[in-house]
């Protein structure tokens, strides 16, 4: 049964509310509320149309009906595998049937490339059509992207398509196995009083149509772009709506792609695919450590290399630190790739501990592929990098830091020690400066870890400070 209702969105940044109001309480816009009168319920039911009602659901429009858990069939609950093993990964095994999946990127990052190819896997493998919603392309461009990708697949359906309705019509003909919104920003319900792309539009379509998903058992893809102007009508309105949001990046100019995830109901976060992209469109990175820079250095002042860890796998990345004199009164900072208060308080420990006077420097650090690090045992790589390039000497060779910094110039080992210091044996290092050694662990060389109980200790390790109160140095 379908329940009547008046919803008023605000025109400027989307926010519902019951009732009208002159001016939106969520963003202070005078004027901005609109009505939006719909039948709460007839969205679902209309995109669940004939589909098949996954079981153990209410059919859509019916009353729903609880459910002992262990009588829920694990059915509903199978993947769609992407067909793209990296992808996979980042997914958490695959789409859920159901579940809605927000990949946000800048314009021509790939967005549509990638979901062209799992589009297309996904059909090939058979089963129900795969619809492809295209709001942003006309049909003949994406048929030319599809010949490049070799992702003709005939159970691959496209629509081309920027009312709601229209979509949710082809829905009620085709029950897809998946469904792809290429892109939310594109698509408008003109039933509701606002510009196509407007906060109220986005998240309204996002909001129709992650119903409809869950009520007739698809996943549902929306891609969309990272838009410049705040990222107001951008993927950012729809984080919360969502069963998962990745983010596809690259560096300018580079053909590294790196698909981040960053809120996943069903599958591991910090999760990256990495992929580059080609004439033939994404590839899996085979070596995703080398792709990151994670190769030993040799005689490099300003770089070192550490292994983060990113939801199921060691990452070998290198970091980079530029210190300069200050060019103008306020020392410069220029931080990509970790959070800039991380370096703030990396700066003021190496004063501090490592009597290093860098806090009045231009200061800047990179971290290699486009990679971010949220992972604070990377802090005595950032430490190493940093204090090598403001000495402008270089690091020892073929050496890699483990180990994240107290504010009192300690270092502490972080999570998953065994694994980040297998990943460095498997690369080749000779050495790792790390504050604990991993205990147990078959396969590693006897003399690979040196301990580094803290920052002066780390730095006469590197050669860069006489350690204050401790014996040896760095002697490979
Ligand atoms: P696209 O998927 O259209 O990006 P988005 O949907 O995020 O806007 O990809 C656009 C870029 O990718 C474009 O500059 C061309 C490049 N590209 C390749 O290099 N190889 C390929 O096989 C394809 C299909 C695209
Ligand atoms: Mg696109």
């Known amino acids: 049964m379908a329940r009547k209702s008046t919803r008023y969105l605000c025109k400027e940044c989307g926010a519902e509310s019951a009732t009208w109001m002159g001016r939106c309480p969520a963003c202070g816009a005078w004027d901005s509320l609109t009505e939006l009168a719909r039948v709460i319920g007839k969205d679902a039911a209309r995109a669940a149309g004939k589909a098949p009602v996954a079981a153990g659901?209410?059919?859509?429009?019916?009353?729903?009906?609880?459910?002992?858990?262990?009588?829920?069939p694990l059915d509903a609950t199978r993947r769609v595998t992407s067909g793209l093993a990296e992808l996979d990964r980042v997914l958490g095994g695959g789409f859920v049937p159901g579940a809605a999946v927000l990949v946000g990127g800048d314009p021509g990052i790939g967005k549509s490339t990638l979901l062209l190819q799992a589009a297309h896997a996904v059909a090939a493998a058979g089963g129900r059509p795969v619809l492809y919603v295209t709001g942003e392309e006309s049909p003949g461009q994406v048929r030319l992207r599809a010949e490049r990708l070799g992702a003709l697949s005939p159970g691959l359906l496209l629509l081309a398509a920027?009312?709601?309705?229209?979509?949710?019509?082809?829905?009620?003909?085709?029950?897809?196995?998946?469904?792809?919104?290429?892109?939310?920003?594109?698509?408008?319900?003109?039933g509701l009083e606002?510009?196509?792309?407007?906060?109220?539009?986005?998240?309204?379509?996002?909001?129709?149509?992650?119903?409809?998903?869950?009520?007739?058992?698809?996943?549902?893809?929306?891609?969309?772009h990272v838009t410049k102007e705040g990222q107001i009508a951008g993927p950012r309105l729809?984080?919360?709506?969502?069963?998962?949001?990745?983010?596809?990046?690259?560096?300018?100019?580079?053909?590294?792609?790196?698909?981040r995830s960053v809120k996943n109901r069903f599958g591991p976060t910090h999760e990256v695919a990495l992929f580059t992209m080609g004439d033939g469109g994404l590839s899996p990175v085979e070596d995703p450590s080398g792709f990151l820079g994670g190769r030993h250095l040799k005689g490099a002042t300003g770089a070192a290399v550490t292994v983060t860890w990113k939801g199921s796998r060691p990452l070998a990345v290198e970091v980079?630190?530029?210190?300069?004199?200050?060019?103008y009164g306020t020392p410069a900072r220029v931080i990509q790739g970790v959070d800039p208060r991380r370096v703030g308080l990396?700066?003021?420990?190496?004063?501090?501990?490592?009597?290093?006077?860098?806090?009045?420097?231009?200061?800047?650090?990179?971290?290699?592929?486009?990679?971010?690090?949220?992972?604070?045992?990377?802090?005595?790589?950032?430490?190493?990098?940093?204090?090598?390039?403001?000495?402008?000497?270089?690091?020892?060779?073929?050496?890699?830091?483990?180990?994240?910094?107290?504010l009192r110039g300690d270092l502490r080992a972080g999570g998953?020690?065994?694994?980040?210091?297998?990943?460095?044996?498997?690369?080749?290092?000779?050495?790792?400066?790390?504050?604990?050694?991993?205990?147990?662990?078959k396969g590693l060389p006897a003399d690979l870890v040196r301990i580094m109980p803290d920052v002066?200790?780390?730095?006469?390790?590197c050669g860069l400070a006489r350690a204050r109160g401790l014996s040896g140095g760095f002697d490979a």
Do not use: N
């Open 416 to 441: 998953r020690l065994a694994e980040r210091c297998l990943e460095a044996a498997r690369l080749g290092f000779a050495r790792v400066l790390s504050p604990a050694a991993p205990e147990g662990v």
């Open 320 to 327: 980079q630190a530029l210190v300069s004199a200050p060019r």
């Open 57 to 72: 659901r209410a059919p859509a429009g019916g009353p729903a009906r609880p459910l002992p858990l262990a009588e829920v």
């Open 238 to 259: 729809l984080e919360h709506m969502v069963d998962a949001v990745f983010y596809f990046e690259g560096e300018e100019g580079g053909s590294g792609r790196i698909l």
């Open 346 to 406: 990396l700066v003021a420990v190496l004063e501090k501990a490592g009597g290093l006077a860098i806090g009045g420097s231009d200061i800047f650090v990179s971290v290699a592929g486009g990679l971010r690090l949220d992972d604070p045992s990377t802090d005595a790589a950032l430490l190493a990098a940093l204090a090598s390039a403001h000495a402008g000497a270089a690091l020892p060779d073929a050496t890699l830091y483990l180990g994240e910094a107290g």
């Open 456 to 461: 002066a200790a780390l730095l006469a390790a």
């Open 194 to 224: 606002a510009a196509t792309g407007s906060p109220a539009q986005v998240r309204h379509v996002a909001q129709v149509l992650t119903r409809a998903a869950k009520a007739s058992g698809w996943p549902l893809v929306l891609i969309g």
């Open 162 to 190: 920027t009312d709601l309705d229209e979509v949710l019509a082809a829905l009620e003909q085709v029950a897809p196995s998946l469904l792809i919104l290429d892109s939310v920003q594109t698509l408008s319900d003109p």
